[in-house]
């Protein structure tokens, strides 16, 4: 199974495609610039270059799954969050109806369907554009997982989670590498199909976690 990785130069996106090339499954990574491809090259991880603002249909050749881990990050402002974590997600959404992609996760984030008045201003184009691009997969038609982790760190992994559609709250943090493993598990899981998923760092094994789903 072919599953393309956008936003796979990001940090959670190295991690996955690197986890998912010692998988059963087939990662193609999804990179804006042609100096970043050697990384997955020198590992034998295909690649595409393609922009999320631009025509990227050509990333979607043979693939069966998509992972959406891209984002504009904090270092940009409200208008390339617009651009990218709710235009350019929602094109991925589409172009993976067109493509009859066989399931689609995004990464999202905790508090995006929390009621706006809960969001603090500074995050409120943040949220609205997580929420705009999870509510047009929800409505897509398409197989989706919804995974909304907390705030994300670089801690090493502990492989415990709790993972549910509202979570008790065990922390307030997830470590990178854990998302990842939590996207490898969910990926054309029948078990998550069709979820939409609160992450933090918990007490609870990623495979017990994903399989109780
Ligand atoms: N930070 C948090 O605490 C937090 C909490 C919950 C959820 N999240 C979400 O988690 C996701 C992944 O986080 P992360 O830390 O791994 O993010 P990251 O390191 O900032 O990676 C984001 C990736 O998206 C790519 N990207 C940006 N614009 C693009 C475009 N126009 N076309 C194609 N790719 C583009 C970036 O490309 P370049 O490498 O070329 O810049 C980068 O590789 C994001 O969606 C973020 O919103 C974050």
Redo the contacts with the bound molecule.
């Keep these: 199974m072919k599953v393309l990785i956008?936003?796979?130069?990001?940090?959670?996106?190295?991690i996955l495609a690197h986890k998912l090339k010692k998988s059963n499954l087939h990662p193609v990574a999804?990179?804006?610039?042609a100096e970043?491809v050697d990384q997955f090259k020198s590992k034998d991880i295909e690649t595409v270059v393609?922009?999320?603002?631009?025509d990227?249909e050509y990333a979607y050749d043979g693939i069966n799954a998509v992972v959406?881990?891209?984002?504009?990050?904090?270092h940009t402002g409200p208008d390339?969050t617009h651009?990218?974590?709710r235009l350019?997600a929602k094109k991925a959404i589409d172009l993976a109806v067109k493509k009859k992609v066989k399931h689609f996760t995004i990464?999202?984030?905790?508090g995006a369907d929390y009621n706006p008045s809960e969001w603090p201003d500074s995050m409120k184009h943040?949220y609205e554009a997580?929420a705009d691009a999870d509510k047009h997969l929800m409505q897509s038609g398409l197989n989706f997982t919804i995974v909304?982790?907390?705030?994300?760190?670089n801690d090493p992994g502990t492989n415990n989670i709790t993972l549910g559609a509202e979570i008790t709250k065990e922390s307030d943090?997830i470590p990178?590498t854990d998302?990842a493993t939590v996207l490898e598990k969910v990926i054309a899981n029948q078990k998550a199909m069709n979820h939409s998923l609160e992450l933090l760092s918990g007490s609870t094994p990623i495979d017990k976690a994903v399989e109780a789903l």
């Design positions: 956008i936003g796979a130069n990001g940090q959670i996106g190295q999804m990179v804006r610039k970043q393609a922009d999320l603002e631009e990227f959406f881990a891209a984002g504009s990050g904090g390339k651009l990218v974590d350019g990464v999202s984030a905790l943040y997580k909304k982790p907390g705030r994300l760190t943090s990178r998302v």
